[in-house]
């Protein structure tokens, strides 16, 4: 007799598909068969029963500068998350100048943990700032932070021989570098340009960051972390040419992965004429690109040239957006996207691009590996009963009125999804159910990872 029983679904894991039912207890995947015995049992027939969605990218209340911060909490931000069929999430620590590691890591998860409803862990940001302190690299590791945030933009941004030391660092201490790759250098200088001829609105923030640029930062710190023997992971890939870059590292065989968004997969940079604030909204970095970029990411997913697929999720509010109105180099970047991951991903599926088994992997099981989690991302006896009964028959219609992100617009709105999780399980308790989030705030866990590469 099993705690709960999730009875006559299809299991769809990254390897196959097959009917069973999934026996839960005490939290864990005790046994896959049939005819199993519960003292609850839910009816997954005609469903999907998949692992929980890993989404390795997320930021939540982030302080953006300018007393901006973005605009879900830990319990606002991982309860869209749960409802949208993701069990799992990894956010950022940023050190203050001065902080120590440890201290950071201290002060992030006394924030976190009071509130998150799904498991989490935190990526370790390294910055200028941070290069003086990469002798603490290896105590972070040890406290859970297997992953490590370096940049080559904003005020975080590295110049190439610290990207060189960080990863030197990540390398000794067993972690793994996980990168935002922009060539800084041109994007400021086509700003400043930009701004003194008086091209002031979001139509000049794309034409500010070439997709060629993005592509030649990522083939550029590529070839460091091919110089100082380090595998590494690229974050968010808009364009054809950074994807590119990924795929002749792989022919190569160097351990470099690449994720996209679905604000890539969904979007382009025709959003960005929409009049007044509108058109601040969807402004994000990289930017939205062309449909053309569009068509080669979901290639991309399809071919295996990206592993992943994450939100990069950072609401700002449509007030916060708006101080941006007359300098597009003022809008805080990011969109909403922590709800609609995993349907968006489906859709790969329903337009015959790739399986239902390359969608669970690029949603669940290799941003687990990928990011440290050995009992998530899976459905296997032992891991952790992070499960989502998903019906792909189920029709959503995007808004600010069937997503749960608390932000006032999505880029989304109007957007149809065919599939979308019904019932949601973290190590074995239902969190979320026909729409409905009952998990309890802090009940999710800090989970200490050690990333597991090349994958
Ligand atoms: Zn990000």
Not at 206 to 216: I, Q, T, V
Not at 410 to 417: I, Q, R, S
Not at 436 to 445: E, F, M, Q, S
Request: with cysteine; aromatic share 8%.
């Amino acid at each position: 007799m099993f705690d709960t029983v999730i009875a006559h679904g299809t299991i769809v894991t990254s390897a196959a598909t097959f009917p069973a039912d999934v026996g839960v207890t005490d939290g864990v995947i005790a046994v896959l068969g049939r005819g199993l015995a519960g003292r609850r049992t839910i009816d997954a027939a005609g469903r999907y029963v998949i692992p929980g969605g890993v989404d390795m990218h997320v930021h939540l209340q982030m302080p953006a500068g300018d007393g901006i911060v973005s605009s879900d909490t830990f319990y606002t931000g991982t309860r869209a998350a749960a409802l949208g069929g993701t069990t799992t999430i990894v956010d950022f620590v940023e050190p203050l100048p001065g902080e120590t590691l440890l201290a950071a890591l201290g002060a992030r998860r006394a924030e976190a943990d009071p509130q998150v409803v799904i498991d989490y862990g935190l990526h370790m940001t390294i910055g200028p700032a941070e290069i003086p302190k990469l002798g603490q690299v290896a105590a972070a590791f040890a406290a859970g932070c297997g992953t490590f945030k370096l940049y080559t933009a904003y005020d975080f941004r590295l110049f190439d021989g610290q990207v060189m030391q960080a990863f030197e660092a990540i390398r000794d201490a067993g972690g793994l570098p996980v990168i935002h790759a922009e060539n800084w250098d041109v994007i400021t200088t086509l700003v400043g340009r930009n701004l003194a001829q008086g091209r002031t609105t979001p139509h000049w923030h794309p034409r500010s960051r070439p997709a060629l640029m993005e592509g030649e930062a990522v083939g550029r710190v590529i070839d460091v972390a091919t110089l100082v023997g380090t595998p590494l992971h690229i974050f968010h890939v808009s364009c054809a040419e950074a994807a590119a870059r990924i795929r002749s590292a792989r022919q190569r065989g160097l351990p470099i992965s690449g994720e996209t968004c679905p604000q890539y997969l969904f979007l382009d940079q025709d959003a960005y004429d929409a009049p007044g604030v509108e058109g601040c909204l969807p402004v994000c970095s990289p930017p939205l690109r062309t449909p053309v970029d569009q068509q080669a990411l979901w290639q991309a997913l399809a071919a295996g040239d990206l592993q992943v697929v994450t939100t990069d999720h950072c609401p700002f509010t449509r007030a916060d957006k708006a101080r941006g109105l007359d300098d597009f180099s003022r809008i805080p970047g990011g969109v909403p996207s922590i709800e609609m991951r995993l349907s968006a991903v489906f859709q790969g599926v329903r337009r015959g691009l790739f399986s239902l088994n390359r969608w669970v992997a690029l949603c669940c099981t290799a941003p687990a590996r990928l990011a440290g989690l050995p009992a998530k991302g899976d459905i296997a006896i032992g891991g952790d009963a992070d499960l989502v009964i998903f019906d792909p028959e189920r029709r959503l219609t995007l808004s600010t009125a069937s997503l749960h992100e608390q932000v006032d617009w999505t880029p989304y709105a109007g957007v149809e999804l065919q599939g979308w999780p019904e019932v949601v399980l973290s190590r074995g308790e239902v969190i979320a159910a026909k729409g409905v989030c009952t998990a309890a705030p802090g009940r999710g866990r800090f989970l200490s990872r050690k990333p597991q590469f090349p994958i």
